[in-house]
C-alpha cells in the first residue's frame, strides 16, 4: 500500500490529452511539500519528467505538466505520442514516517 | 554531465549482507547542494526509497528498513554504498542510485539500475 495513490492505469489515442492523479494527505502533499513526476520506460531507469509541482527538466516536452491543489498533485500529457508509453510515478516528502521519501504506486499509460 | 552507475554481486545468499555501490561521474560527490540516494523496484512492482547519504556523511533511511540499512560515502573514490543485512528472497529486486536535490527533493540523475537476487 503505497503512501501516495495513483490509478493503477490511464490510457489515451494518439493526440489526446490524459491527466495521471497522485493524491496524498496532510502529512505529504497536503503539508505544502512538492510532488515530483517520473516516467519509466520498459526496462530502463526512471526519468525525471516534472519537478517541484509544475517545472520541466531541460529537454523534457512542453506536452508534459504538473499542477498540484491541496492533498493532490497531477501530471498532463498533450499531444500524446506512442513514445509516451510508460509507467508513471509521482513522489514527494512524508513528515509522518520520520521524514522519508515516497513514491505513488505508478500509473501505466497505454497509447491506444 | 553526472553519471551515476551501480555495481555490485547479482546474487545473495540468504541472511547475508547485500553490498552494492554507485560511482559518480563526471561532478564530485562534495560539489553540494545534493543528497545520494538508494531506491529499490521489486519486480513488476513499483519504486520504494531505501535512503540517502549527504557527502559529509550525514543519513536519512526509509524507517521499514533502517534497522537493515547502512549507507556510506568515499569522497576519495567519489562513491557512495548500500549495505542491507539479514537479506531475504523479499529484498531481491533491481537497486538504483540516484542524484536527489537539496532544493525539491527531486532525483534528477538515476543510474541504470542493478538486479540483486536474494537465493540460496
Known amino acids: 500500500q503505497s503512501v501516495l495513490t495513483q490509478p493503477p492505469s490511464v490510457s489515451g489515442a494518439p493526440g489526446q490529452r490524459v491527466t495521471i492523479s497522485c493524491t496524498g494527505s496532510?502529512?505529504?502533499?497536503?503539508?505544502?511539500?512538492?510532488v515530483h513526476w517520473y516516467q519509466q520506460l520498459p526496462g530502463t531507469a526512471p526519468k525525471l519528467v516534472i519537478y517541484?509541482?509544475?517545472n520541466r527538466p531541460s529537454g523534457v516536452p512542453d506536452r508534459f505538466s504538473g499542477s498540484k491543489s491541496g492533498t493532490s498533485a497531477s501530471l498532463a500529457i498533450t499531444g500524446l505520442q506512442a513514445q509516451d508509453e510508460a509507467d508513471y510515478y509521482c513522489?514527494?516528502?512524508?513528515?509522518?514516517?520520520?521524514?522519508?521519501?515516497?513514491f505513488g504506486g505508478g500509473t501505466k499509460l497505454t497509447v491506444l | 554531465q553526472v553519471q551515476l552507475q551501480e555495481s555490485g554481486p547479482g546474487l545473495v545468499k540468504p541472511s547475508q549482507t547485500l553490498s552494492l555501490t554507485c560511482t559518480v561521474s563526471?561532478?564530485?560527490?562534495?560539489?553540494?547542494?545534493?543528497?545520494w540516494s538508494w531506491i529499490r523496484q521489486h519486480p513488476g512492482k513499483g519504486l520504494e526509497w531505501i535512503g540517502y547519504?549527504?557527502?559529509?556523511?550525514?543519513?536519512s533511511y526509509n524507517p521499514s528498513l533502517k534497522s537493515r540499512v547502512t549507507i556510506s560515502v568515499d569522497t576519495s573514490k567519489n562513491q557512495f554504498s548500500l549495505k542491507l543485512s539479514s537479506v531475504t528472497a523479499a529484498d531481491t529486486a533491481v537497486y538504483y542510485c540516484?542524484?536527489?536535490?537539496?532544493?525539491?527533493?527531486?532525483?534528477?540523475?538515476w543510474g541504470q539500475g542493478t538486479t540483486v537476487t536474494v537465493s540460496s
Open positions: 540516484a542524484r536527489t536535490t537539496m532544493a525539491y527533493y527531486d532525483m534528477d540523475v
Open positions: 563526471g561532478g564530485s560527490i562534495t560539489s553540494g547542494g545534493y543528497y
Open positions: 547519504i549527504y557527502y559529509s556523511g550525514s543519513t
Open positions: 496532510s502529512s505529504n502533499i497536503g503539508a505544502g511539500y512538492d
Open positions: 517541484g509541482n509544475n
Open positions: 513522489q514527494s516528502y512524508d513528515s509522518s514516517l520520520s521524514g522519508s521519501m515516497v
